[in-house]
């Protein structure tokens, strides 16, 4: 099987085709840099570059969320696109899961920033959700955490939150990392194909647009993106 895994559910757009397990090409760039710019082009250079056509591919892998709105939607919107075009399944995978070093021992907590001292946290061990991902300040993580006695390792986007590990945590490990195309498309070949029509993002959170609509509306079925 041959598939094609992206992420642009942060600053960093990783991309990679893989037939099974094996990676046949990746590309990954950490730049600020709007990915609905960049994405396409970087699918067709990455395709070009193993003479394959785009009715070569079986499945389309996609970092589906937590993480930036504009990100996902960027996301979603090609891989469904490109799925249902080519009629070929789609998969999505945890934004968070694919930070998730392999062989890791003990809790693992995976981060993407939410600004303003909150994050997307994720807790796995052994590469399995041992709770569900949140959308949290930073200083819940700590707490949520401080009571294990079994070794922690910080990964993702831990740059803002080394002090406050360091002062809180100082026997945690900080590990950052990066997306990594190539483990979605691991991770997305061994799970079942997902409804094209659907398939939407996990944003975890409202976005700051009808958070502040709902400071003077009620919250109903009829929510503020289908009144908009």
Known sequence: MKLLAFDTSSKTL??????DKELLAQTTLNIKKNHSISLMPAIDFLMASLDLKPMDLDRIVVSQGPGSYTGLR?????????AYTLKI???GVSSL??????KTEGLVIPLINARR?????GFYQSGQAVRSEEHLSFAEVLEIVGATDQPITFVGETEAFEEQIITSLPQAAIQPTLPDAAAIGRIGLELPAQS????????LKRVEAEENWLKTHQASSDSYIQRL
């Open 14 to 19: 990783s991309l990679a085709i893989l037939e």
């Open 74 to 82: 960027i996301a979603v919107a090609t891989a469904k696109t490109l």
């Open 89 to 91: 399944e789609l998969v």
């Open 97 to 102: 899961l694919a930070l998730v070093p392999e």
């Open 117 to 121: 001292n909150n994050v997307y946290a």
């Open 196 to 203: 094209i029509h659907g398939f939407v993002p996990n944003y």
